[in-house]
């Protein structure tokens, strides 16, 4: 519910509003849960080895913005503003790192799917 109004974000809405292609959903997914090691992804969409900010397990969560190349950060407000909106610019979550990595190398996946899971 929206405003009272009930509003469709399933995977085939999002997609039909982007006009993008199913691909599929498992690629993705797959991707997400066994990516190239962080240290690889940051060797490509940072300038320098950013400090990531850890959880109480170790896990990283976050880095500064700053340490993207022009590159990725352009890609990175472009996803923040115009397909997921967020008020935390500032900082680079771990999923949002993974997903540039995959635009910048070409990883098919299904931004619906991806969109409609972070709804």
């Not at 199913?22 to 090691?37: I, N, S």
């Amino acid at each position: 519910m929206v405003r009272g109004k009930s509003v469709n974000f399933s995977a085939r809405a999002i997609n039909s509003l982007f006009g993008t292609p199913a691909v599929a959903t498992h690629q993705l997914q797959e991707f997400l849960d066994d990516h190239p090691p962080l240290d690889t992804i940051c060797k490509l969409i940072c300038w320098d080895e950013p400090q990531w900010i850890l959880s109480r397990l170790y896990e990283p969560i976050y880095f500064s913005r700053t340490k993207l190349t022009i590159t990725a950060d352009n890609w990175l407000r472009f996803f923040s503003i115009q397909l997921l909106p967020t008020t935390h610019t500032s900082e680079v979550t771990r999923e949002r790192a993974v997903i540039i990595f995959a635009i910048l190398t070409d990883i098919p996946f299904d931004i619906d799917h991806f969109l409609h899971k972070s709804i």
